[in-house]
């Protein structure tokens, strides 16, 4: 719709070498790509713009052959197709370039480059591969890169830049004609982002095309022909980037109606509980190749007593970095100072944290939240044992007594307190999560994206209970990446990106477009 | 021969099932109404077998009925055939108990028979050849073992290493540890004297009580103390804290980390309490053999997984418990001993136990 024109403007570059049609997908009954259209002419950058959730990575996994299942139309270079899976898709000349890389770290930059289809001498000896074969096509396709490197490395002895370069001259190895780059500078400095975009247009110029997700403003506009934004798995239009101004694109972005009802806050500010300075933390997976990388850099703020602060970032902000390193988890703080009631907080390790009253819940329920195997009342006295455990031994009955308690007041519906966590539902499974957390008494809560996965039933109980917290003077720093949550439920926003707070809004401050402006822009506090 | 406990065994069952209770069978088992008749009986009958319990002991209701069947003309009946089982079985069964431990964190532990065929050796060379009182050699070699499991669980817990590589790199050491301080031989009542000649001396008191058998010759006093042991570890595992922790830890490292559970220090713990077991064990060997073999106790670190895998604890961690493994000992012990009664030659014993060992577990896989 919106995008006729600049199809037709750059028709004269031939037809699309993708083109998907009408893309629908669901997971376990959620829709989250509703009949969306998009195409990738050769030599274009297209660039995918929405936030998180948006249903961009879903767009990507079925281009990649990832997920199989979808309503809609694929067509690639002007044949309908189907891919049956990531391998077949990249044998058709689809490369991801992934944010996480897909290169296996133990083998050599050779090796990565043909794994999966090294090159054999004859059709006849299909199990012997032509090493030396491999190693002059290597060089040639690093040669067409400028990648002056020891290809019979291994590729862990290499930086992040150099390793992204790798991965797209094995992508040129495996002849791809469409690259989808995720994400593709999140970990690369300056200079290393000008060098990625001097090769995006050398690869613009044979013809490839490119599909570009990322999360940040000035970098669409460096780097996009064209931009496609989805919101909540819709299609929300297409547009060649120079008709389709900052503020337009970003008003494409937002526009989420905020048709949830919030209940009521009455907030009464206490004395500040809170205070962070200063805080810093590396990266340490970079460590290793002798560049420090921060995931969060120079953070200060603060939450009162009876305050909920919500953190808004788009993916690689650093947000959940935060609160990890805040609570302990990456082991002692180097960088910046915490304080909890004025007094100083020791970060050290979480068992210290606990202690001290701070309670961190994480987004990963399952992976890092619950003990999946342990029942609800083993999971709830899971942070505070010593209080049903006097002189070591577990009082079953206190641990019960405790259990229902929470039962009740957050309502976990259960069979009884004996169930295993691993068969509720998601809602349920969260409020145990809470649950637990409260039992420490904890004077400030650290909430990484409390509704996620959560029904709306149980959003709305988690709301109401996250208010009755703060009445009773918790103060809560939470994630999440819902914009109406942030607008109807925080008394200030904190903005972040690439690991620093860009932006600070009161409640009344707050729009859309300015959150979502300041966690794509790099711009001063 | 031995299709026919199993056809009769699952026979019986439904069967039973049907008859004795048709208020519980309800009336889809009644005549006439065809097709749902059997996939309900299928599914109630399936559905007991839900229950960790009834998974469990299973094997070992099937196991004693062959030993009823093939009694070896009355042999299994006699009480002294189940005591000789329990004893026989008590080393390796307290071995299995730390062995329980470590597997519900997450982790194994390699080391165990070596540990034992060390303590064996200390144990014997301080009270035979150095004449110790059981006083000072059993508090110090409970420590030796101890301090060998908590070096290996410092290596999982500090360094971060692979329980595997730890805990075999014990094993190697531990061996070594016990032939050099034994010079290689086994140390026993038999002395060697500077000039090549042997001294004969008395093998001390300890060794004779505790190789003993008692209320009235019916009960070995290794078995009880293979079940102190259990008691122990139960106590430990389902009544303290530090039990909580252990099946945190291995059920999730990381959401028990974050929830303050001191991680490390309950990997110490469990490799700890396996080194200690390792020594009750160690001595327990000594006195049954009446001597310290360095080699004592090799594979017996296998047995022992074998009998916890046997009672349906999970290797991947944060499931089961000290009476599964209680469970699965004696399972193994009658097996072993149902064998050995019927005199089958010890080549078939060994592949008849493998098989038993994947037909149990693959049993206690089954889920409808």
């Given at each position: 719709m919106t995008g006729e024109t600049a199809t037709a403007a750059r028709v004269e570059m031939g037809a699309p070498l993708l083109s998907m049609a009408g893309i629908s997908k669901s997971f376990t009954g959620v829709p989250?790509?509703?009949d969306v259209s998009f195409d990738l002419l050769p030599g274009e950058a297209h660039v995918l713009a929405g936030e998180n959730g948006a249903g961009k990575s879903t767009l990507i996994k079925i281009a990649a052959g990832v997920h199989t299942e979808y309503e809609g139309q694929l067509v690639l270079y002007g044949r309908p197709t189907r891919f049956t899976s990531p391998h077949d898709a990249t044998a058709q000349g689809i490369s991801v370039i992934h944010q996480e890389m897909s290169?296996?770290?133990?083998?050599?930059v050779v090796d990565n480059m043909f794994l999966g289809r090294e090159l054999t001498r004859k059709a006849s000896a299909r199990q012997w591969t032509d090493r030396p074969a491999q190693l002059r096509k290597a060089r040639e396709f690093c040669a067409q890169l400028d990648l002056d490197i020891d290809l019979s490395q291994p590729v862990e002895n290499y930086s992040l830049s150099i390793k992204n370069r790798i991965e797209i001259a094995k992508a040129l190895a495996f002849n791809a004609r469409i690259m989808v780059m995720d994400e593709?500078?999140?970990?690369?400095?300056e200079p290393e982002v000008d060098r990625l975009f001097g090769l995006i247009g050398q690869l613009k110029e044979r013809g490839c095309g490119i599909i570009y997700i990322t999360h940040r403003l000035e970098e669409i506009y460096r780097i996009a022909d064209r931009i496609t934004v989805l919101r909540d798995g819709r299609h929300i239009g297409t547009a060649a980037a120079r008709d389709l101004p900052e503020a337009e694109l970003i008003r494409w972005m937002i526009g989420r109606e905020l048709s949830e009802h919030f209940p009521e806050r009455k907030t009464a500010l206490g004395a500040e509980r809170l205070r962070i300075e200063g805080l810093s933390v590396p990266d340490a997976g970079a460590a290793s190749t002798g560049i420090t990388r921060w995931l969060v850099q120079d953070v200060a703020l603060s939450v009162r007593a009876g305050e909920i602060v919500g953190i808004a970032g788009l993916q690689g902000s650093g947000n959940s970095e935060l609160l990890r390193g805040i609570f302990g988890a990456y082991g002692k703080l180097e960088h910046g100072k915490v304080s909890i009631d004025g007094k100083p907080f020791d970060v050290h390790s979480p068992r210290r944290s606990v202690r001290q009253g701070l309670a961190y819940l994480t987004s990963d329920r399952k992976g890092t939240g619950l003990v999946l195997g342990l029942d609800i009342a083993q999971n709830i006295t899971l942070a505070s044992l010593q209080a049903v455990s006097p002189a070591g031994w577990l009082s079953r009955s206190k641990e019960r007594q405790v259990a229902e308690r929470h039962v009740r007041a957050l309502s976990i519906r259960s069979t009884g307190t004996t169930q295993e966590v691993a068969t509720l539902s998601g809602g349920n499974q969260q409020k145990v999560a809470l649950a637990k957390w409260i039992e420490t008494q904890p004077r400030v809560l650290l909430l990484d994206e409390p509704t996620r996965g959560v029904d709306v039933g149980a959003k709305h109980e988690i709301y109401e209970l996250m208010n009755e917290w703060t009445r009773a003077g918790f103060a809560i720093l939470m994630i999440t990446s819902e914009m109406p949550e942030l607008l109807g439920l925080c008394d200030r926003i904190v903005v972040m990106h690439r690991g620093r707070v860009s932006a600070q809004f009161s409640r009344a401050e707050a729009t859309q477009e300015r959150i979502l402006k300041a966690a794509m822009a790099d711009m001063a506090a | 021969m031995s299709e026919t406990p199993i056809s009769q065994q699952e026979g019986l069952l439904p069967g039973s099932a049907g008859a004795r209770d048709p208020a519980s069978a309800a009336p889809a088992l009644e005549h006439g109404d065809l097709s749902p008749a059997p996939t309900r009986a299928r599914s109630s009958f399936w559905s007991i077998f839900q229950t960790p319990w009834v998974r469990a002991i299973a094997p070992l209701v099937f196991v004693v009925i062959i030993g009823l069947i093939f009694s070896a003309s009355g042999t299994f009946l006699r009480w002294g055939t189940h005591r000789d089982m329990l004893r026989q079985v008590s080393v390796t069964g307290i071995l299995a108990c730390g062995m329980t431990l470590v597997i519900i964190t997450g982790g194994i532990d390699l080391a165990v028979g070596s540990v034992l065929g060390f303590c064996a050796v200390l144990f014997s060379l301080l009270s035979i050849h150095r004449d110790w009182s059981p006083w000072g050699a059993i508090p110090l070699v409970l420590l030796a073992g101890s301090a060998l499991g908590l070096l290996a669980g410092g290596l999982i817990a500090r360094f971060k290493m692979q329980a595997f590589i730890a805990t075999l790199a014990m094993m190697v050491f531990a061996r070594g540890l016990a032939k050099s301080i034994s010079g290689g031989q086994k140390v026993s009542g038999a002395v060697l004297n500077p000039d090549g000649s042997y001294k004969y001396v008395e093998l001390p008191r300890i060794f004779g009580t505790l190789d003993h058998k008692i209320l009235g010759e019916n009960v070995a006093v290794v078995t009880i103390i293979f079940l102190a042991c259990v008691a122990l570890c139960w106590v430990l595992l389902a009544r303290l804290r530090w039990g909580r922790y252990l099946y945190a830890t291995g059920g999730n490292e990381e959401a028990a980390r974050l929830s303050g559970i001191p991680t490390n220090r309950v990997k110490l713990l469990a490799y700890g309490m396996s080194g200690l077991l390792s020594a009750v064990a160690g001595i327990c060997q000594a006195v049954q053999e009446q001597q310290g073999d360095p080699e004592a106790g090799s594979t017996y670190e296998l047995s022992a997984i074998a009998i916890v895998v046997m009672g349906g604890?999970?290797?991947?961690?944060g499931r089961g418990g000290m009476l599964f493994t209680l469970v699965g000992a004696m399972t193994i012990g009658y097996l072993e001993k149902i064998l050995s009664i019927n005199a089958v030659s010890e080549a078939s014993r060994l592949m008849l136990t493998g098989g038993i060992i994947v037909a149990a577990v693959l049993f206690q896989k089954v889920r409808k």
């Open positions: 989250v790509l509703r290169l296996i770290d133990a083998m050599t593709p500078t999140s970990a690369l400095a | 604890t999970n290797l991947n961690g």
